[in-house]
């Protein structure tokens, strides 16, 4: 997770019509789901609009998913809005520099 999280932090900007394009080739309700909630933490620096996350939104299954697997041993929290349980700082992952092994 740290892995891919320092990766986005290194993305000037996303195109959110390509993003959709890629999630519905897939047309999995968890990537929308997990996408969702990580890429909304990086809102502003990718420049991503409000619709796309409307459509990842519309995409969320009512069933409760983790994450990542190994979260379970962590202190997570449940995201009611994406459905997810998630760390109680996803950012933070990055910024302590600890490594949550997926």
């Known amino acids: 997770?740290?892995?891919?999280?320092?990766c986005i932090e290194m993305i000037p900007y996303l195109?959110?019509?390509k993003l959709i394009g890629y999630l519905l080739s897939y047309d999995?309700?968890?990537l929308y789901q997990k996408a969702?909630?990580?890429l909304e933490?990086?809102?502003?620096?990718l420049k991503l609009t409000d619709d796309f996350f409307v459509t990842c939104r519309g995409k969320v299954?009512?069933?409760?998913?983790y994450l990542y697997r190994n979260l379970l041993r962590e202190p997570h929290v449940l995201n009611k809005s994406w459905a997810l349980y998630v760390p109680e700082d996803l950012?933070?992952?990055t910024k302590k520099g600890a490594y949550y092994a997926e």
């Open 36 to 38: 969702g909630y990580i």
């Open 1 to 6: 997770m740290e892995e891919l999280l320092r």
């Open 61 to 65: 299954p009512k069933s409760e998913r």
């Open 41 to 45: 933490h990086f809102k502003d620096t």
């Open 15 to 17: 195109d959110d019509s």
């Open 28 to 30: 999995k309700m968890f």
């Open 91 to 93: 950012r933070a992952i």
